[in-house]
């Protein structure tokens, strides 16, 4: 009788444990919306017309008497509002491990979020900077939701678990991305059939991906559970938490290996996904309808690329799987160089392997630092590893710009990204990630 009460409670466990998973998996499905019809699509060229509407003879506007060129407005709020998520995470992070809720913390950043975009539906007229306002508020916020997201991952997932987990969760979010881009791009390309102007199409289409991330974290604050805190050694306020923070990570130089190697190479996906659409513009001289189509075909093919790798991390371990997937971005990237100009097919198949390694290498990343995370830190580790991805994206960026600027090519632009995938892949693969994980406090599974 005993044992059979055993084996029903762990069933329960189990049971809940996979209501948690799914909950927790549709908070991608809510948020990614905004990287790919907003941040990716729509807002970037809108808000730089909006800007325009509003530059004096010379070309420029004047947000708190800066005079700023009106084509670099929406670049330069990216990067404020990457200043600010950077400033908050921390703060944010030490704040959920130290209470051990995160979930208000979870509602107060998705629905900031969620409210900023579907404000995005006043952009009309002049109003540059209302824009940028709600781009920073609206992308910092994502960064903070992405961060305590994450940082369940741990909790909600056993070591042999987690990188099917993960996998499943970009899936999710790859696949919502890709469902409202078609209904979007079905509003915008047949916006006067629905009676709309072509800018009242373009701000349903920002407001709407605001309702989306709304209306769908509903889902994971109902079905993701607050937990007590491991640990209450972490009660300094505000930065000087985050001091402590930073130096009980030099306490894992492993982990801070594997945060470097992943910053590197990351910042590479980062920068390819930003300036593909710019190669495939000037430097092959493709239409914007071809650009969005293989925008929307990278979206389809990362849900089953994430899923794939996912796969492979189960027999061949999360770390190799990476370390392939690396190559075959450097390979991507190498045959990008070659693609001729004026042919939309090749293009295609350049977006097609994007989206089969992007989800998967970013997926696995995540549940393989979920192992090199100690006990009751979550979120604290989570908001530096966030920060390496959105704080630090401006080195591809850079190294993209001063390549074009010395040799006038984006050819040779796009082949210089090749660096980050393989000074990440030598970098990871001097990680020993057993060793890794056995200093964090963590129980190393049987393939990682």
Not at 100 to 114: D, E, F, N, V
Not at 252 to 278: C, E, K, M, R, W
Not at 333 to 344: K, N, Q, R, V
């Amino acid at each position: 009788m005993g044992t059979d009460t055993v084996r029903a409670g762990a069933a329960d466990e189990a049971a809940d444990r996979r209501r948690e998973q799914r909950g927790w998996y549709f908070y991608d499905w809510a948020c990614s919306v905004y990287s790919t019809s907003v941040l990716t699509v729509f807002l970037g060229p809108y808000l730089t017309s909006v800007a325009k509407n509003a530059a004096d003879g010379d070309g420029y506007v004047h947000p708190l008497g800066i005079p700023v060129r009106a084509g670099s407005f929406f670049a330069y709020s990216v990067s404020l509002s990457v200043i600010v998520a950077v400033l908050v995470m921390p703060l944010v992070g030490a704040a959920a491990d130290r209470s051990g809720r995160k979930k208000p913390l979870l509602a107060a950043a998705a629905y900031t979020g969620a409210a900023a975009t579907t404000g995005m539906f006043f952009l009309g007229g002049d109003r540059y900077l209302l824009g940028g306002v709600l781009l920073i508020v609206a992308n910092a916020a994502q960064s903070v939701g992405m961060m305590l997201y994450n940082s369940y991952l741990p909790q909600i997932a056993p070591p042999e678990e987690r990188d099917a987990v993960s996998s499943k969760g970009w899936a999710f979010g790859y696949a919502s991305g890709a469902l409202v881009l078609v209904v979007n791009l079905v509003l915008y390309m047949g916006h006067d059939s629905f009676g709309l102007s072509e800018s009242a199409a373009v701000r349903i289409c920002l407001a709407s991906a605001g309702l989306w991330w709304g209306a769908f974290t509903l889902i994971p604050l109902r079905r993701l559970h607050d937990r007590r805190p491991a640990t209450r050694e972490s009660t300094a306020p505000g930065f000087r938490q985050l001091a402590a923070t930073v130096r009980d990570m030099r306490r894992h130089p492993l982990t801070l290996a594997f945060l470097l190697a992943y910053l590197i190479y990351n910042d590479g996906i980062q920068t390819v996904i930003s300036q593909a659409s710019l190669y495939g513009s000037e430097e092959l001289d493709l239409g914007q309808s071809t650009l969005i189509a293989a925008v929307l075909l990278v979206q389809v093919l990362a849900v089953a690329g994430a899923l794939a790798l996912g796969r492979l991390a189960r027999t061949y371990g999360a770390k190799r799987t990476i370390l392939g997937s690396l190559v075959a971005w450097a390979v991507v990237l190498g045959a990008g160089f070659f693609l001729p100009a004026g042919a939309p097919g090749w293009f295609f198949v350049l977006a097609a392997g994007i989206g089969l390694v992007l989800g998967g290498s970013q997926a696995l990343s995540r549940s393989l630092f979920s192992h090199l995370v100690p006990p009751g830190k979550e979120a604290e580790y989570f908001s530096a590893y966030e920060m390496s991805d959105r704080g630090m994206s401006w080195l591809g960026p850079l190294l993209f710009g001063v390549t074009y600027q010395l040799t006038g090519s984006y050819r040779d632009a796009i082949i210089s990204l090749v660096t980050f995938f393989v000074l990440g892949f030598a970098l990871l693969a001097r990680v020993p990630v057993r060793r890794a994980i056995s200093d964090a406090g963590n129980p190393v599974p049987e393939r990682i």
